[in-house]
């Protein structure tokens, strides 16, 4: 009986050091990682609420950046906006005109839903291009979020215009 005793106390502690330690988490703000891999485009947009999609993949990152170029060219995006991002029958991705915005978060939410759905979500255009086409959505054919990741990663290495605005207009001083 003794034993049965320290046992149940035992976990019992067990058990309320694990939810201080949830506690601790949860309150820092940490959320638990997600695999990208695992996770299509419109699921990753319908579950996470509007600015908060951050690509976890640097435009350094040799590897990923190379991963990328390839996914850039196999799912066809060079069809429109050219092999490196220049610009085609579509607007360049590489200057440093953003159409929506130059935010990873709004980047994602355009190519998966599209320019037309970004629209019906209260997105409106604050850039102009020469060329200004509609965005069709593609998040029913990219096969995962990982790979947009990678795609933005690429995109970004190529990005040749002022670096203040590589990630969308800087924020205005004050």
């Not at 996770?39 to 947009?45: G, K, N, R, Y």
């Not at 978060?105 to 850039?127: H, N, P, W």
């Amino acid at each position: 009986m003794r034993r049965v005793l320290v046992v149940s106390i035992v976990a019992i502690c067990s058990v309320l050091t694990a939810v201080g330690m949830l506690g601790k988490v949860l309150a820092a703000g940490t959320a638990p990682a997600i695999d990208y891999t695992k996770i299509l485009p419109p699921d990753l947009v319908k579950n996470t609420p509007k600015g908060k999609l951050a690509n976890p993949y640097k435009d350094s990152q040799a590897d990923i950046v190379a991963q990328g170029e390839h996914l850039f060219l196999s799912y066809g995006c060079n069809g429109c906006h050219g092999g490196g991002g220049g610009g085609g029958m579509c607007p360049p991705l590489i200057n440093d005109t953003w159409v929506y915005g130059g935010d990873d978060d709004t980047i994602f939410r355009l190519v998966t839903l599209g320019s037309d759905e970004l629209q019906k979500l209260g997105y409106t255009r604050i850039g102009r291009e020469n060329v200004v086409g509609p965005m069709p959505p593609f998040g029913a054919i990219i096969k995962s979020s990982d790979d947009l990741w990678k795609i933005f990663a690429f995109v970004r290495s190529r990005y040749n215009g002022d670096p203040a605005y590589k990630f969308g207009a800087p924020p205005d001083p004050q």
